[in-house]
């Protein structure tokens, strides 16, 4: 079974950073929509930044509103590892981030049902 191992989540205050990273397992490595998705009790996972490897060096990004210009989506291939670079933290950026990936075309990136593999979560709490 393919893992993916999310890390870097914690407790941040307002207007500081956070790395999530996350590395999979899958070999030989195939995923080619790999993202990012937060939960808060009580509602939906919601889609926070995917990133689509079309080929090398061409990818295409989505982010929901909610966090452009704040969040980066990243991968480095080699390490079957990708990153959330996350800056100018809110208070409503608290949440637990999941990683996920799909080897196959995803029709709606930041809509959670349509992905494969998932990690365990870290949390973020951003506070003062």
């Known amino acids: 079974d393919v893992q993916l191992v999310e890390s870097g989540g914690g407790l941040v205050q307002p207007g500081g950073s956070l790395r999530l990273s996350c590395a999979s397992s899958?070999?030989?490595?195939?995923?080619?929509?790999v993202g990012w998705f937060r939960q808060v009790p009580g509602k939906e996972r919601e889609g926070v930044a995917v990133?689509?490897?079309?080929?090398?060096?061409?990818?295409?990004?989505y982010y929901a509103d909610s966090v452009k210009g704040r969040f980066t989506i990243s991968q480095d291939n080699a390490k079957n590892t990708w990153f959330l670079q996350m800056n100018s933290l809110k208070p409503e950026d608290t949440a637990m981030y999941y990683c996920?990936?799909?080897?196959?075309?995803?029709?709606?990136?930041?809509?959670?049902?349509?992905?494969?593999?998932w990690g365990q979560g870290t949390q973020v709490t951003v506070t003062s």
């Open positions: 996920a990936a799909a080897r196959y075309w995803v029709q709606y990136p930041l809509k959670a049902d349509e992905y494969e593999y």
């Open positions: 899958e070999q030989p490595y195939s995923s080619i929509f």
């Open positions: 990133l689509y490897q079309r080929n090398i060096g061409s990818d295409r990004t």
